[in-house]
């Protein structure tokens, strides 16, 4: 302001532009800080190795930190967040003890050119986090079942991210076309997503601390059954560790697996499980049909919908032609029309698989336990709107794997930051014991 005339003011303008440090910058701080004190940056350093040209002075640790940072940032692509990073690049790497910032180019080749032993020795190193931190057993939640046993709910499933590809043109005088995605997708179902190709992710869940332990992906449908037996493995690591039994592991699962092939497998694992089934055919079974004839055990009506089940418990009934057995719930309701389910003459018939003991859970006990489910479907969304794990890091396999496995892990870390500043009690289910 000018003292010869206090009534105007001189301002003095720059054209630089001055970047504004980004909103994510304060909690990728946080977790660097957590990762030091907790001496994991130091084990992936130690046990994730990888050896290759071109990549100058950089190391594995500093490709790590830069997709652990993109997990947190949000942003929609590796590009708009380097663009976002790059005038904080020595502040940001400086978190984490290192100076460089890899360049989006060398990130890029760096993924392209991971081997599966890599993959597996991070997945390893992920896995011996989410186990070491499991804290005293009521902190993990539980379930009680009728007779008092604590049981530990999965959650498996499959999530498939579809991929657009843009018409090309052909003919004999142009090369094939080369997709970028064709390393990462195949053709498969889609459900309800648009696209001409896809990519099956399949994720663990602990059900009550809604912490992930298992990711893997393929091409197209990718191999369930496969991904599957890991999963169970993953689940009778985490009952060890925390002092129970593979037995008392309930898993959950929908129709994909909902066949005697499967059940065959849980019962090699050693794992309880509830799933639907998909072998209609089981409904001729003599036994099934005589059930069917008399009263329903009990009635089930679902609280938000008002469908109400009449429940037939058939007991333990062959699942393959083996002879391989598993309980069978049949749940049936009127409607001309469903979209799961088999119809006939107005009425719809669905099919439970389990192996959870009828003293400690009636038949509404299985079918409430299962359709209790739906709050996998809540952390699927929650994910894909705070990290969006399937955003599409690199055009090969095993650099989207690493990708996905690093954001889990933030997942795992927000979760348990958040328990740390809000403590919260972890939701245990009992249900009533039987009248007499």
Same mark, same amino acid.
């Given at each position: 302001m000018s003292t010869d005339n206090p009534s105007s003011v001189s301002i003095q303008a720059e054209a630089l532009p001055i970047a504004s440090v980004p909103a994510?910058? @304060?909690?990728?701080?946080?977790?660097?800080?957590t990762l030091t004190r907790l001496g994991l940056l130091a084990e992936i350093c130690e046990r994730v190795r990888?050896? %290759?040209?071109? /990549?100058?002075?950089f190391e594995v640790i500093d490709f790590v930190v830069m997709l652990i940072g993109y997990a947190v940032s949000g942003e929609p692509t590796l590009k708009a967040y380097y663009e976002r990073l790059q005038p904080f690049a020595p502040a940001f790497m400086g978190l984490f003890g290192r100076s460089g910032l890899p360049h989006r180019a060398t990130l890029s080749r760096f993924l392209a050119a991971l081997d599966e032993p890599f993959v597996e020795a991070l997945r390893k190193v992920f896995l011996h986090d989410a186990l070491a931190r499991l804290g005293p057993e009521a902190d993990v939640g539980g379930l009680w079942d009728r007779l008092g046993t604590r049981w530990i709910v999965f959650d498996l499933d499959a999530t498939r991210q579809a991929a657009r590809q843009r018409a090309l043109p052909q003919g004999p005088d142009l090369p094939p076309p080369q997709r970028r995605l064709s390393a990462v997708c195949a053709? =498969?179902?889609? @459900?309800?997503? %648009? =696209?001409?190709?896809v990519r099956t992710?399949?994720?663990?869940? $602990?059900?009550?601390?809604? $912490?992930w332990l298992f990711t893997c992906g393929a091409a197209g449908n990718g191999d369930y059954r496969g991904e599957l037996l890991r999963g169970l493995s993953v689940i009778a690591a985490y009952q060890t560790a925390l002092g129970l039994l593979p037995a008392q592991a309930i898993v959950r699962?929908? &129709?994909?697996?909902?066949? &005697?092939?499967i059940v065959v497998d849980l019962i090699a694992a050693g794992?309880?499980?509830?799933? %639907?089934?998909?072998d209609y055919a089981l409904l001729d079974l003599t036994q099934v049909q005589q059930r069917l004839t008399l009263p329903a055990d009990e009635q089930f009506t679902h609280p938000e919908s008002g469908i109400c089940r009449d429940l037939f418990d058939c007991g333990q009934i062959p699942v393959t032609a083996q002879g391989h057995r598993a309980r069978l719930i049949v749940a049936t309701h009127q409607a001309a029309t469903s979209p799961i =389910?088999?119809?006939?003459? &107005?009425?719809?018939?669905?099919?439970? /698989?389990?192996?959870?003991p009828a003293l =400690?859970?009636?038949?509404?006990?299985?079918?409430?336990?299962?359709?209790? %489910? &739906?709050? /996998?479907?809540?952390?699927?969304?929650?994910e894909d709107r705070e990290q969006d794990s399937d955003r599409w890091s690199s055009y090969t396999a095993y650099g989207q794997e690493v990708w996905q496995i690093l954001s889990q892990w933030v997942w795992n870390l927000r979760q348990e930051l958040s328990q740390q500043w809000q403590p919260t009690s972890m939701r245990l289910t009992e249900f009533s014991p039987p009248s007499n």
């Amino acid at each position: 302001m000018s003292t010869d005339n206090p009534s105007s003011v001189s301002i003095q303008a720059e054209a630089l532009p001055i970047a504004s440090v980004p909103a994510w910058f @304060g909690e990728v701080a946080l977790l660097a800080h957590t990762l030091t004190r907790l001496g994991l940056l130091a084990e992936i350093c130690e046990r994730v190795r990888f050896a %290759r040209k071109r /990549f100058g002075t950089f190391e594995v640790i500093d490709f790590v930190v830069m997709l652990i940072g993109y997990a947190v940032s949000g942003e929609p692509t590796l590009k708009a967040y380097y663009e976002r990073l790059q005038p904080f690049a020595p502040a940001f790497m400086g978190l984490f003890g290192r100076s460089g910032l890899p360049h989006r180019a060398t990130l890029s080749r760096f993924l392209a050119a991971l081997d599966e032993p890599f993959v597996e020795a991070l997945r390893k190193v992920f896995l011996h986090d989410a186990l070491a931190r499991l804290g005293p057993e009521a902190d993990v939640g539980g379930l009680w079942d009728r007779l008092g046993t604590r049981w530990i709910v999965f959650d498996l499933d499959a999530t498939r991210q579809a991929a657009r590809q843009r018409a090309l043109p052909q003919g004999p005088d142009l090369p094939p076309p080369q997709r970028r995605l064709s390393a990462v997708c195949a053709p =498969g179902y889609m @459900g309800r997503k %648009r =696209g001409e190709v896809v990519r099956t992710r399949t994720t663990l869940l $602990q059900a009550h601390t809604h $912490q992930w332990l298992f990711t893997c992906g393929a091409a197209g449908n990718g191999d369930y059954r496969g991904e599957l037996l890991r999963g169970l493995s993953v689940i009778a690591a985490y009952q060890t560790a925390l002092g129970l039994l593979p037995a008392q592991a309930i898993v959950r699962l929908d &129709g994909l697996y909902g066949n &005697g092939t499967i059940v065959v497998d849980l019962i090699a694992a050693g794992i309880c499980f509830v799933m %639907r089934g998909k072998d209609y055919a089981l409904l001729d079974l003599t036994q099934v049909q005589q059930r069917l004839t008399l009263p329903a055990d009990e009635q089930f009506t679902h609280p938000e919908s008002g469908i109400c089940r009449d429940l037939f418990d058939c007991g333990q009934i062959p699942v393959t032609a083996q002879g391989h057995r598993a309980r069978l719930i049949v749940a049936t309701h009127q409607a001309a029309t469903s979209p799961i =389910g088999v119809v006939c003459d &107005g009425v719809v018939y669905e099919l439970f /698989f389990t192996a959870l003991p009828a003293l =400690g859970f009636t038949a509404a006990d299985v079918v409430m336990l299962y359709l209790h %489910r &739906g709050s /996998f479907e809540t952390v699927l969304a929650d994910e894909d709107r705070e990290q969006d794990s399937d955003r599409w890091s690199s055009y090969t396999a095993y650099g989207q794997e690493v990708w996905q496995i690093l954001s889990q892990w933030v997942w795992n870390l927000r979760q348990e930051l958040s328990q740390q500043w809000q403590p919260t009690s972890m939701r245990l289910t009992e249900f009533s014991p039987p009248s007499n």
